[in-house]
């Protein structure tokens, strides 16, 4: 469940809702995603109770795509080994902790933090496995708790306690102002899907669960269960607290906005600096599994110095896969111009140019 | 940028599960879970969506992601990355063996950590 939930909670909605225009339809783009996500979960499920390897999709499209030989295995090692997966997060981290430091966030001090925060990510996971994993589970519980406290601050804020001066007014004709063009329904639901991510993560270190099996049928479908509806409790609160403009405006940091009109300054701050450890936790996760693909990929036999990127050498983790993709993710972090191009390395893209923004670079 | 390849090799998962669904026998393929046919094809259909859409031009220019740049250029170069892959296969497996006269050979090995691996060995091939 720590890997399902990603910062995209934090951060999505408020340009979910600037492509669709109005709090139905944002609200409907969620539940979209969410049946294509249990869609997915439900494939990603039988393919990974039929073949229980480490590695993930890799080793569908391999079973499936048998001819001609290896040909899905090299496709597959160009989209594994060339995206830097865990740079995105990296600078939501740098984002909310310089927020909670009270520093103007720019676009060296954003990027250095962030390659602090992969690199400790990095580093943690290929000499000290085991406390990699206890650090991931227990940030994890610290993203569950600001989903709750969203959600429960939600609750207080519709019932009139926000400190404003005008109550938001977001739920009356909620279909109000919707967009909804082809280009912008696409883009939200890219962001949605994103949220929810991890669905897919288990699948990656499967040979390494004790009972992969029981783990994937009960474990994963109540993950996502329990997700979706926090997912929803959350979104729903962001629109009983923040104002129409604000969340526009937000950007990226929706969730401090949330923080400040529900719970004042202080509490703003503070609660940044939790967000910014669950964008760690995220880091953790995908790093992890990221480089027990290229570890698989090594196995395979198909790489340029195949042995070099299978070893689990030398501390019993898969040290050269994980800096593999460490590598990969710190060039995509800090090589490119602000503007469009880092737009466009992210994950996915600014939706709101038109709008002004806080932080010219806040972009998912 | 990079969850467009992702819904690409997505909507390929998806498709291998439906192909699976159809030639059960071929590949032994009895799973303990089934995800069922109407949830593969959804996945399916969803991720194509999700690959063909963003190629659908935006109807007002400020609703672009990019301030200069064209709307798909994500797209194009999240398929340049799954085509690097196919272009080293190209070299690797199909190219490179035609020129040095050789086959690609598996073999599997242990290593000393007691994980299998394959390694390919350049088999010289006969002449006939």
């Known amino acids: ?364 | 940028m990079i969850s467009y390849p992702l819904a690409v090799v997505n909507s390929f998962v998806g498709l291998g599960l439906i192909w699976l669904y159809f030639h059960r026998e071929e590949y032994n393929w009895y799973p303990p879970f089934k995800a069922t046919l109407p949830a593969a094809g959804f996945f399916f259909l969803s991720n194509v969506y999700l690959v063909v859409a963003p190629f659908v031009p935006p109807e007002t220019p400020d609703q672009n992601q990019y301030k200069s740049l064209p709307y798909w250029l994500h797209c194009v170069i999240g398929i340049g990355i799954l085509a690097a892959g196919g272009v080293y296969w190209l070299l690797w497996a199909v190219v490179l063996p035609k020129i040095g006269n050789y086959t690609l050979e598996r073999r599997v090995t242990t290593s000393s950590d007691g994980w299998t691996r394959n390694v390919y060995i350049k088999e010289p091939r006969l002449k006939e």
């Open chain 1, 1 to 364: 469940m720590n890997r399902m939930i990603g910062t995209g909670i934090f951060a999505t909605p408020s340009s979910i809702f600037a492509l669709s225009g109005s709090v139905g339809l944002s609200l409907f783009m969620w539940v979209i995603g969410t049946l294509i996500a249990a869609s997915g979960l439900l494939v990603y499920m039988e393919f990974g109770t039929g073949l229980p390897r480490n590695g993930g999709e890799k080793n569908y499209l391999e079973f499936v795509y048998k001819k001609p030989r290896l040909l899905a295995t090299g496709v597959y090692a160009g989209y594994a080994l060339l995206l830097g997966w865990a740079g995105s997060n990296s600078v939501v981290f740098g984002e909310y902790i310089l927020l909670a430091a009270r520093v103007e966030v720019n676009r060296f001090n954003q990027r250095g933090v962030g390659l602090a925060c992969v690199t400790c990510a990095f580093l943690i996971h290929g000499l000290a496995l085991k406390w990699g994993l206890r650090l991931q589970n227990l940030l994890g519980g610290i993203k569950i708790a600001i989903l709750l406290i969203i959600i429960i601050g939600g609750f207080v804020a519709l019932g009139g306690h926000v400190k404003l001066d005008e109550k938001p007014d977001n739920f009356t004709d909620a279909f109000a102002n919707t967009s909804g063009s082809a280009y912008g329904v696409v883009t939200a639901l890219y962001s949605v899907i994103w949220s929810y991510i991890g669905y897919s993560n288990a699948n990656y270190a499967l040979a390494e669960a004790k009972n992969p099996v029981r783990t994937l049928k009960i474990a994963a479908p109540l993950a996502l269960a329990l997700v979706a509806v926090l997912y929803m409790l959350a979104n729903i609160a962001y629109f009983a607290a923040v104002p129409r403009e604000e969340i526009l405006s937000s950007g990226r940091i929706l969730a401090a906005s949330f923080f400040r009109n529900v719970m004042g300054e202080s509490a703003e701050r503070a609660l940044s600096v939790f967000v910014a450890l669950s964008a760690f936790g995220n880091v953790l996760s995908v790093i992890f599994s990221q480089g027990r693909i290229v570890q698989e990929l090594g196995r395979e036999g198909i790489l340029p110095w195949s042995s070099f990127f299978a070893s689990n050498k030398p501390f019993g983790a898969p040290f050269t896969g994980l800096f593999e993709h460490w590598l990969v993710s710190v060039i995509i972090m800090l090589a490119p111009p602000p503007g469009d191009a880092y737009n466009l390395s992210e994950h996915r893209p600014s939706s709101t140019p038109s709008l002004p923004r806080l932080h010219p670079q806040s972009s998912t």
